[in-house]
């Protein structure tokens, strides 16, 4: 079993800026060699993909609506993923996911709300 959880939306200003968590959880080993994504999904639209980070923090990508502004980390000793969101925007508006896949199955946790006000 894998579990997910994040943290960290809230409201927020135009301009303002959150730190999402993810905290993974169970059979997840090894973690540090994991990838994981970050996802969003407004009301009415597609889920999309924010930003990836490869197992090692090697890699990062970024969708080009929140390059420059956003910034994906992770601590592996802790199982933790992170999400730094600067000069948040209105459309930025969604409920936030982290995704992992291990042995071709994806895992998903409950999403976070983030709510940017103009």
């Known amino acids: 079993q894998v579990q997910l959880v994040e943290s960290g939306g809230g409201l927020v200003q135009a301009g303002g800026s959150l730190r999402l968590s993810c905290a993974a959880s169970?059979?997840?080993?090894?973690?540090?060699?994991?990838?994981v994504g970050w996802y969003r999904q407004a009301p009415g639209k597609q889920r999309e993909l924010v930003a990836t980070?490869?197992?090692?923090?090697?890699?990062?990508t970024y969708a080009d609506s929140v390059k420059g502004r956003f910034t994906v980390s992770r601590d592996n000793g802790k199982n933790m993923v992170y999400l730094q969101m600067n000069s948040l925007k209105p459309e930025d508006t969604a409920v936030y996911y982290c995704?992992?896949?291990?042995?071709?199955?994806?895992?998903w946790g409950q999403g976070t709300q983030v709510t940017v006000s103009s």
């Open positions: 169970g059979s997840i080993w090894p973690f540090s060699l994991r990838p």
């Open positions: 995704r992992i896949v291990i042995r071709e199955h994806e895992f």
């Open positions: 980070i490869t197992g090692a923090s090697t890699t990062t």
